[in-house]
T-cell receptor, first 112, second 114 residues
Framework: DSGVTQTPKHLITATGQRVTLRCSPR?????VYWYQQSLDQGLQFLIQ???????AKGNILERFSAQQFPDLHSELNLSSLELGDSALYFC???????????FGSGTRLTVV | GNSVTQMEGPVTLSEEAFLTINCTYT??????LFWYVQYPGEGLQLLLK?????DKGSNKGFEATYRKETTSFHLEKGSVQVSDSAVYFC?????????????FGKGMKLTVNP
C-alpha cells in the first residue's frame, strides 16, 4: 500500500456520460497530481494541485476538470466521455519538491 | 520543451543477465531525474532518483548516474531476477514555475526468464 488511495479501481461507462475519480493523498502531502496512461500517448500529466490551489496544467481536455478539497483529497471529473478517454488514470502525491512522487494504483476507465 | 527518450523494448533477458536501459533527456533548466517501475496491474513506484549532475541513484541493485555532459540517466543492474519483470520509466521534473510535474519516457517492458 503506497498510502495514496484511488477509487474506484475500475469504471465502465458509456459514451457521453460523466464520471468522477477520487484520490486521497498520503498523509501530510500537500501536492496532488493527475496523470493519464494510455497505450498510444503513454503517461501524460494532466493537472497539479497544491494545498487546494491549481499549480500547473498539462494536456488536460476542456471536458475534464479537477479540484482539491480542504481535507486535501482530490477529484478528477471527466464529462462527455469518448471512446478515446479509455485509459488508466493515476493520482500521485508529494510533500515537497525534488523527492519524487508516490503514485496510487490507478483507476481503469473503460468507455463503451 | 522538456522531453525524455528511452529504450522502448520489449526486452527479454535470462536470469542473472546484465541490464542496461538507456535514457536521455532534453531540459531547459536543471532537472531532477527519476526511474519508476510499474509491476503488472500496479501503479508506478519510484525506483531511484538523482537531483544534480554526477549524482548516483541506487536501489534494489539498480543504479543510474546523472550525466549532464551527455544528458543521460541510464539504468543498470548487474544481475536481473525474475521478480524484476516490469515496465521501467525514465522521467524528469524541471520545477520551473513551482510545479513538480513529471515528463515520462514511453517506458520499456522487461521480461526476465528463469
Amino acid at each position: 500500500d503506497s498510502g495514496v488511495t484511488q477509487t474506484p479501481k475500475h469504471l465502465i461507462t458509456a459514451t457521453g456520460q460523466r464520471v468522477t475519480l477520487r484520490c486521497s493523498p498520503r498523509s501530510g502531502d500537500l501536492s496532488v497530481y493527475w496523470y493519464q496512461q494510455s497505450l498510444d500517448q503513454g503517461l501524460q500529466f494532466l493537472i497539479q494541485y497544491y494545498n487546494g490551489e491549481e499549480r500547473a496544467k498539462g494536456n488536460i481536455l476542456e471536458r475534464f476538470s479537477a479540484q482539491q478539497f480542504p481535507d486535501l483529497h482530490s477529484e478528477l471529473n471527466l464529462s462527455s466521455l469518448e471512446l478515446g478517454d479509455s485509459a488508466l488514470y493515476f493520482c500521485a502525491s508529494s510533500p515537497k519538491s525534488g523527492v519524487g512522487y508516490t503514485f496510487g494504483s490507478g483507476t481503469r476507465l473503460t468507455v463503451v | 520543451g522538456n522531453s525524455v527518450t528511452q529504450m522502448e523494448g520489449p526486452v527479454t533477458l535470462s536470469e542473472e543477465a546484465f541490464l542496461t536501459i538507456n535514457c536521455t533527456y532534453t531540459a531547459t533548466g536543471y532537472p531532477s531525474l527519476f526511474w519508476y517501475v510499474q509491476y503488472p496491474g500496479e501503479g508506478l513506484q519510484l525506483l531511484l532518483k538523482a537531483t544534480k549532475a554526477d549524482d548516483k541513484g541506487s536501489n534494489k541493485g539498480f543504479e543510474a548516474t546523472y550525466r549532464k555532459e551527455t544528458t543521460s540517466f541510464h539504468l543498470e543492474k548487474g544481475s536481473v531476477q525474475v521478480s524484476d519483470s516490469a515496465v521501467y520509466f525514465c522521467a524528469l521534473s524541471d520545477p520551473q514555475g513551482g510545479s513538480e510535474k513529471l515528463v515520462f519516457g514511453k517506458g520499456m517492458k522487461l521480461t526476465v526468464n528463469p
